[in-house]
C-alpha cells in the first residue's frame, strides 16, 4: 500500500524527534568560587586527577573526598546550616539514598564545567555520630568533648557565646556554596524537603565574599588566604614560600598522618573546625587611626596604614611587611610567585640579627605568630591547617564609620580542617596565638596575637599587651584595651569521606 504525502511527513518527524537527545541538566557559565591574583591558584582538573600514585601523596581520591577540605577560601557565597538529629533511622536511609548523590566531591570544584549549581558538604560533630550509632574511636580527644569543653582553653568566655552552640546541642553542619544566594536558599529547601523532621534546625549563618575590589578580603581590610598551604599529591605547581605539606596532616588515613588507629573508613575524612568570629570594624579601625606611628618619611595617612599593616604582618593589598616595610606594593601583593616569598630573616641586610630585629615585621604580628616560618629554625609542618572560611555580615555602614561603633553583627565564619585538631588549630591558639611569651626568648615579650588573641580568663576589657609594632622603638608596648574579635562559639566536626555516607554512617 503507498504512503500518502502525508504520513509520509508524520513519519519523518516522528523519527526526527526520537533523535533528539535528552535533555541534560545546564551546565554552568560562571564559578561558584573566586580567585583573587594574589592567593594561590587551584590546580587544574586535568593535573590534580592525573597525581602520581606515590609514598608521598598516598593516591589522593579526590571523588571521595568533601570538596571543601582542599579547596579552602574560595567561595562567593556560603551557607552554615547547624542541625540536630531528632530520628536517627530516617535520616540515616535519606543520608545513603538521597543526600549522598548531592554531596560536591574536590575533583567536581575544579572545573566549572563539573561545578554543581551549589556544592554540599555534610560534617558530623561527636554528639552527631553517636546520634547515628557511630562509636568508633577517631583518634582525636578534642573532638569526642566538642568545642565548648575546650573554650576556656582557648581563651573564649563562654558568656559571650551565642547559645545554640552552648553545650552540645549541634549533631551536624551542612555546608552550602554557590555563587547566588538564590542557589544556595534552593538547595537548603530540597535538603529540608528530603530529611523532613529528621532533623531540626538549630542555627544558620550565611557568608560572602566582599563585593568589588575587597573580593579576597576580610572585615577588616586585608586581603586572606595567601599562606595556604601546598598539598603533597594536590598542589602541582608549589609556589615560592609556599609550605608543602603531607596530605597527612589535613587528611585522616593518608601519608603522613600521625595517628595510625583511625577506622578504615574514615580514610580521606578531615576534622573541621568552626567558629564564629565577630569582628569589631569600626572599633579596630579608630585605634589603628588613633595609634599611627611617626616614622619621619612617612606621612599621616601612612603612618596610620603602616601601624595596622605591622598590627596584621601584610598591608591591605596583601602584600607582606617582611619586603615591603614601609609603603603598600599592590604590584608585589598581585604577584603570587613573590607576595610570600619571605621567611622573616634578611642574611643579606648587614648587620642583621634575625633574633632580635623587627624592623620589618614584629613578633607579634598576626601572620607571624600564626605561621612562624623561620623562627622555629626551619618551617614547621607540624602545625598547618587549611583555612576554607568566609566574611558574614554586611559592610560598616556610614553610621557605625561615625559614631566608631559596631551595631551589626558581621565578622568570619572560620573553617580550619586538619587530621589533629590538637596539633592544628588548637594548638596555634594556644601556643601561639594567646601566648604572650611567643615568639619565645625575646628580651621583650612579643604579647599576644593583636587581632585573635586572647589572655585566657580574662575580662573583655582587659589590655592585652604588645610590643614591636613600633619600627623605631620596638620595646614599645601597645595596649590593646578592646578585643578586635570577639568569639561566639562554634564547634569541632568530622567531615567524612563520601563512601561513608551510605557506608559505615548508615549502617
Given at each position: 500500500?503507498?504512503?500518502?504525502?502525508?504520513?509520509?511527513?508524520?513519519?519523518?518527524?516522528?523519527?526526527?524527534?526520537?533523535?533528539?537527545?535528552?535533555?541534560?541538566?545546564?551546565?554552568?557559565?560562571?564559578?561558584?568560587?573566586?580567585?583573587?591574583?594574589?592567593?594561590?591558584?587551584?590546580?587544574?582538573?586535568?593535573?590534580?586527577?592525573?597525581?602520581?600514585?606515590?609514598?608521598?601523596?598516598?593516591?589522593?581520591?579526590?571523588?571521595?573526598?568533601?570538596?571543601?577540605?582542599?579547596?579552602?577560601?574560595?567561595?562567593?557565597?556560603?551557607?552554615f546550616f547547624f542541625f540536630?538529629?531528632?530520628?536517627?533511622?530516617?535520616?540515616?536511609?535519606?543520608?545513603?539514598?538521597?543526600?549522598?548523590?548531592?554531596?560536591?566531591?574536590?575533583?567536581?570544584?575544579?572545573?566549572?564545567?563539573?561545578?554543581?549549581?551549589?556544592?554540599?558538604?555534610?560534617?558530623?560533630?561527636?554528639?552527631?555520630?553517636?546520634?547515628?550509632?557511630?562509636?568508633?574511636?577517631?583518634?582525636?580527644?578534642?573532638?569526642?568533648?566538642?568545642?565548648?569543653?575546650?573554650?576556656?582553653?582557648?581563651?573564649?568566655?563562654?558568656?559571650?557565646?551565642?547559645?545554640?552552640?552552648?553545650?552540645?546541642?549541634?549533631?551536624?553542619?551542612?555546608?552550602?556554596?554557590?555563587?547566588?544566594?538564590?542557589?544556595?536558599?534552593?538547595?537548603?529547601?530540597?535538603?529540608?524537603?528530603?530529611?523532613?523532621?529528621?532533623?531540626?534546625?538549630?542555627?544558620?549563618?550565611?557568608?560572602?565574599?566582599?563585593?568589588?575590589?575587597?573580593?579576597?578580603?576580610?572585615?577588616?581590610?586585608?586581603?586572606?588566604?595567601?599562606?595556604?598551604?601546598?598539598?603533597?599529591?594536590?598542589?602541582?605547581?608549589?609556589?615560592?614560600?609556599?609550605?608543602?605539606?603531607?596530605?597527612?596532616?589535613?587528611?585522616?588515613?593518608?601519608?603522613?598522618?600521625?595517628?595510625?588507629?583511625?577506622?578504615?573508613w574514615a580514610a580521606g575524612?578531615?576534622?573541621?573546625?568552626?567558629?564564629?568570629?565577630?569582628?569589631?570594624?569600626?572599633?579596630?579601625?579608630?585605634?589603628?587611626?588613633?595609634?599611627?606611628?611617626?616614622?619621619?618619611?612617612?606621612?599621616?595617612?601612612?603612618?596610620?596604614?603602616?601601624?595596622?599593616?605591622?598590627?596584621?604582618?601584610?598591608?591591605?593589598?596583601?602584600?607582606?611587611?617582611?619586603?615591603?616595610?614601609?609603603?603598600?606594593?599592590?604590584?608585589?601583593?598581585?604577584?603570587?610567585?613573590?607576595?610570600?616569598?619571605?621567611t622573616f630573616d634578611h642574611?643579606?641586610?648587614?648587620?642583621?640579627?634575625?633574633?632580635?630585629?623587627?624592623?620589618?615585621?614584629?613578633?607579634?604580628?598576626?601572620?607571624?605568630?600564626?605561621?612562624?616560618?623561620?623562627?622555629?629554625?626551619?618551617?614547621?609542618?607540624?602545625?598547618?591547617?587549611?583555612?576554607?572560611?568566609?566574611?558574614?555580615?554586611?559592610?560598616?555602614?556610614?553610621?557605625?564609620?561615625?559614631?566608631?561603633?559596631?551595631?551589626?553583627?558581621?565578622?568570619?565564619?572560620?573553617?580550619?580542617?586538619?587530621?589533629?585538631?590538637?596539633?592544628?588549630?588548637?594548638?596555634?591558639?594556644?601556643?601561639?596565638?594567646?601566648?604572650?611569651?611567643?615568639?619565645?626568648?625575646?628580651?621583650?615579650?612579643?604579647?599576644?596575637?593583636?587581632?585573635?588573641?586572647?589572655?585566657?580568663?580574662?575580662?573583655?576589657?582587659?589590655?592585652?599587651?604588645?610590643?614591636?609594632?613600633?619600627?623605631?622603638?620596638?620595646?614599645?608596648?601597645?595596649?590593646?584595651?578592646?578585643?578586635?574579635?570577639?568569639?561566639?562559639?562554634?564547634?569541632?566536626?568530622?567531615?567524612?569521606?563520601?563512601?561513608?555516607?551510605?557506608?559505615?554512617?548508615?549502617?
Amino acid at each position: 500500500m503507498k504512503l500518502s504525502y502525508f504520513s509520509i511527513i508524520i513519519g519523518l518527524v516522528v523519527q526526527s524527534a526520537l533523535a533528539v537527545p535528552k535533555q541534560v541538566k545546564p551546565r554552568r557559565t560562571s564559578s561558584i568560587l573566586i580567585n583573587p591574583d594574589a592567593q594561590p591558584d587551584l590546580p587544574s582538573p586535568q593535573t590534580a586527577r592525573l597525581s602520581p600514585v606515590s609514598p608521598a601523596n598516598a593516591g589522593l581520591n579526590l571523588d571521595d573526598i568533601q570538596g571543601d577540605i582542599l579547596i579552602g577560601m574560595k567561595k562567593k557565597k556560603e551557607l552554615f546550616f547547624f542541625f540536630g538529629i531528632k530520628d536517627a533511622a530516617t535520616f540515616k536511609s535519606k543520608l545513603a539514598s538521597d543526600i549522598k548523590p548531592l554531596v560536591t566531591n574536590t575533583n567536581q570544584l575544579l572545573s566549572i564545567s563539573t561545578q554543581p549549581i551549589t556544592a554540599l558538604n555534610i560534617a558530623f560533630s561527636h554528639a552527631g555520630l553517636t546520634a547515628l550509632g557511630v562509636t568508633d574511636d577517631l583518634g582525636e580527644s578534642l573532638f569526642e568533648h566538642g568545642q565548648f569543653a575546650d573554650a576556656e582553653a582557648l581563651g573564649d568566655l563562654t558568656s559571650n557565646w551565642d547559645p545554640e552552640f552552648a553545650g552540645t546541642n549541634v549533631d551536624g553542619v551542612f555546608l552550602l556554596a554557590s555563587d547566588t544566594e538564590q542557589n544556595v536558599e534552593d538547595e537548603l529547601a530540597n535538603i529540608q524537603s528530603i530529611l523532613g523532621d529528621s532533623i531540626i534546625e538549630i542555627k544558620r549563618i550565611s557568608g560572602a565574599a566582599r563585593p568589588g575590589d575587597q573580593e579576597g578580603h576580610e572585615h577588616f581590610g586585608y586581603m586572606d588566604g595567601i599562606s595556604q598551604p601546598a598539598i603533597q599529591g594536590f598542589t602541582q605547581n608549589v609556589l615560592p614560600g609556599q609550605a608543602l605539606i603531607a596530605p597527612g596532616e589535613f587528611l585522616l588515613g593518608a601519608a603522613g598522618d600521625a595517628t595510625t588507629t583511625r577506622p578504615s573508613w574514615a580514610a580521606g575524612g578531615s576534622f573541621l573546625a568552626f567558629r564564629k568570629m565577630q569582628q569589631k570594624v569600626p572599633e579596630f579601625n579608630k585605634y589603628v587611626v588613633d595609634h599611627a606611628l611617626a616614622v619621619p618619611e612617612l606621612n599621616q595617612q601612612e603612618n596610620t596604614d603602616l601601624f595596622g599593616a605591622r598590627l596584621i604582618g601584610r598591608w591591605k593589598s596583601g602584600a607582606p611587611i617582611d619586603l615591603s616595610p614601609l609603603r603598600d606594593d599592590p604590584v608585589l601583593a598581585d604577584d603570587n610567585t613573590r607576595n610570600n616569598d619571605f621567611t622573616f630573616d634578611h642574611p643579606d641586610v648587614p648587620g642583621f640579627d634575625f633574633a632580635t630585629n623587627q624592623t620589618n615585621c614584629p613578633f607579634s604580628a598576626h601572620i607571624r605568630k600564626t605561621r612562624p616560618r623561620v623562627d622555629l629554625g626551619s618551617e614547621n609542618t607540624g602545625h598547618h591547617i587549611i583555612r576554607a572560611g568566609i566574611p558574614y555580615g554586611p559592610e560598616v555602614t556610614d553610621a557605625e564609620h561615625a559614631s566608631n561603633t559596631s551595631n551589626i553583627d558581621r565578622g568570619l565564619a572560620f573553617v580550619a580542617y586538619q587530621s589533629s585538631i590538637t596539633n592544628g588549630f588548637h594548638f596555634m591558639q594556644i601556643r601561639w596565638v594567646n601566648s604572650a611569651n611567643f615568639i619565645f626568648g625575646k628580651p621583650t615579650l612579643p604579647g599576644v596575637d593583636p587581632i585573635i588573641g586572647r589572655v585566657e580568663g580574662t575580662a573583655m576589657d582587659t589590655p592585652r599587651d604588645i610590643s614591636g609594632t613600633n619600627p623605631l622603638d620596638p620595646t614599645q608596648i601597645f595596649s590593646l584595651d578592646i578585643e578586635f574579635v570577639i568569639n561566639r562559639g562554634g564547634e569541632y566536626f568530622f567531615s567524612p569521606p563520601i563512601s561513608a555516607l551510605d557506608g559505615r554512617l548508615a549502617a
